[in-house]
């Protein structure tokens, strides 16, 4: 079992940055992939990133290559998430979740999930 808390979000403004985290809880998390997604309102909830248990390796999706960043520090649990030159379309509910195995960009496959944190891109 894991527990994920992400925290980080808030409002900025176009062109700002904003750092999101999320800490779990329990003594494997070294051996889950992890991913972020997120949540528009009236839309589903899409890929954005994902690392691999080991760190070694990351996906991205196409809408933020080169301007968000995933990593880990497995000593602390954590798992972040840097966003960069944000865009009003970035705008939505930002969710980490966790899964056993290799790095996937589908939801469906991801076993954990935290209660989400709200990012708001301002023009």
């Known amino acids: 079992q894991v527990q994920l808390v992400e925290s980080g979000g808030g409002l900025v403004q176009a062109g700002g940055s904003l750092r999101l985290s999320c800490a779990a809880s329990?003594?494997?998390?070294?051996?889950?992939?992890m991913g972020w997604f997120r949540q528009a309102p009236g839309k589903g909830r899409e890929f954005v990133a994902a690392?691999?248990?080991?760190?070694?390796?990351?996906n991205y999706a196409d809408s933020v290559k080169g301007r968000f960043a995933i990593s880990r520090d497995n000593a602390k649990n954590t798992v972040t998430l840097q966003m960069n030159s944000l865009q009003p379309e970035d705008t939505a509910v930002y969710y980490c979740?966790?899964?056993?195995?290799?790095?996937?960009?589908?939801?469906?496959?991801?076993?954990?999930w935290g209660q989400g944190t709200q990012v708001t891109v301002s023009s």
């Open positions: 690392i691999s248990a080991s760190g070694v390796r990351t």
């Open positions: 979740a966790a899964r056993p195995g290799v790095i996937v960009v589908d939801a469906f496959r991801y076993d954990y």
């Open positions: 329990g003594r494997t998390f070294s051996t889950y992939a």
